[in-house]
């Protein structure tokens, strides 16, 4: 079993010197695409474990949605604040550098990542997709959890529904496209090792779609109209097919599983 809070606690002590400076910069941060597969491919067919790469991409731009985070409100800023996640070069987004018995990162305590901060932090940031006739399914190491993305047509609840860790989704084409929705988040999960807030009201749009036999483009928006002002557009990130996923010595998906029995030790040896 690969412990997720031994990857936590790299994580945390590892946060890139751009954290709070990385949303400075102005205007979205693209990929270059890589150089095409001449291997046959169907564009449909997501299926396999998808590696993210750093193709073109800023230091710090897998580590988040991008480098353009919209402005926050008033409550939002009132939770960032608060923050104090993992050391780095520069002070946090209070203005301090706290001491390590003060990081308040939710997922050093082992909740769970949530979603989208699961597809890019803490490492890996890969996952797995599989797909029936009327759902496809989104599998990630970290956690070891899943996503149910229904392509059965149905719509996604009322916010009077429960909220989950991962959201509620649903997914269809457009083209070659696959494009996600999804919704009732729980509001206590960061959007990224910046301890970028969001809450219960955020909606996320993910895109993929498969450029080549090897190759996954995925755009991901989030709209929170209590947190940001304006969509949060992201950076368009790309994926790498993957033989295997990697340190696993099956064909499988290790066990990314933060164990609080184990971090406590590694907290308070």
């Known amino acids: 079993m690969l412990s997720r809070s031994r990857g936590v606690l790299i994580a945390l002590i590892v946060v890139l ?6 949303f400075a910069q102005n205007g979205q941060q693209k990929a270059k695409s890589p150089a095409a597969s001449a291997k046959p491919f169907d564009a449909h067919d997501l299926s396999g474990f998808w590696e993210i790469t750093k193709t073109g991409l800023p230091s710090g731009a897998l580590n988040e949605t991008s480098n353009s985070r919209p402005q926050m409100t008033p409550w939002a800023l009132e939770m960032f604040h608060k923050t104090k996640t993992g050391p780095g070069r520069t ?9 390590e018995k003060d990081w308040n990162d939710p997922i050093r305590w082992c909740d769970p990542v949530g979603f989208p901060r699961v597809l890019w932090n803490p490492a890996p940031r890969g996952m797995r ?3 029936a006739s009327d759902e496809v399914i989104q599998f990630f ?7 149910d993305i229904w392509t059965d047509g149905r719509k996604l609840p009322g916010e009077d529904a429960e909220s989950r860790w991962y959201g509620y989704a649903v997914g269809h084409w457009e083209g070659d496209t696959f494009v996600v929705n999804s919704n009732n988040f729980e509001g206590a999960t960061w959007l990224d090792e910046y301890g970028s807030p969001h809450s219960d009201q955020m909606t996320v749009e993910e895109r993929y779609r498969r450029v080549d036999q090897d190759h996954l483009e995925m755009v991901l928006n989030i709209t ?22 990697p340190r696993s010595e099956f064909n499988d998906l290790p066990e990314g599983i933060c164990v609080w029995s184990e971090t406590k030790r590694e907290i308070h040896p």
């Not at 002070?91 to 001491?99: I, R």
């Not at 929170?224 to 996923?245: H, M, N, R, S």
């Open 141 to 147: 190491e970290t956690d070891r959890a899943w996503r």
């Open 91 to 99: 002070t946090l987004s209070n203005g301090v550098y706290p001491n």
């Open 224 to 245: 929170d109209p209590k947190a940001y002002v304006g969509t949060w557009k992201g950076d368009k990130k790309i994926f790498q097919l993957a033989e295997k996923p």
């Open 129 to 131: 997709f599989a797909q």
């Open 17 to 22: 010197a751009s954290s709070p400076a990385a």
